[in-house]
């Protein structure tokens, strides 16, 4: 890839970060969807076993935040435990 689509992208990637950082959505997909429009011009069979195993990638990326949903609500329920006994108060009658 030519240094000048490079900077575009890493451009186009890091100004969309900052834009959805600032709450400025429709423009931060704008920029992000410039940089995977490159990227897709550059390497057009990466992006094609891409497409094709996006149900996978979806299914995994589900999978993960259910196990980590389920974790951080285990942490949630003990912190919760931890405090109500730092207080002196006790779950049983």
Do not use: N
Not at 28 to 47: C, K, W
Not at 48 to 70: C, K
């Amino acid at each position: 890839m030519k240094t000048w689509k490079r900077a575009l992208v890493f451009g186009s990637f890091g100004a969309s970060a900052v834009l959805l950082l600032t709450r400025k959505r429709p423009a931060g997909i704008a920029a992000a969807t410039v940089g995977l429009a490159i990227l897709a011009s550059e390497y057009p069979e990466q992006f094609d076993s891409l497409w094709e195993h996006a149900p996978e990638y979806a299914v995994r990326g589900i999978e993960i935040f259910s196990v980590l949903s389920q974790f951080s609500g285990r942490l949630a329920g003990e912190a919760s435990e931890e405090e109500d006994l730092g207080r002196g108060v006790s779950g049983q009658p």
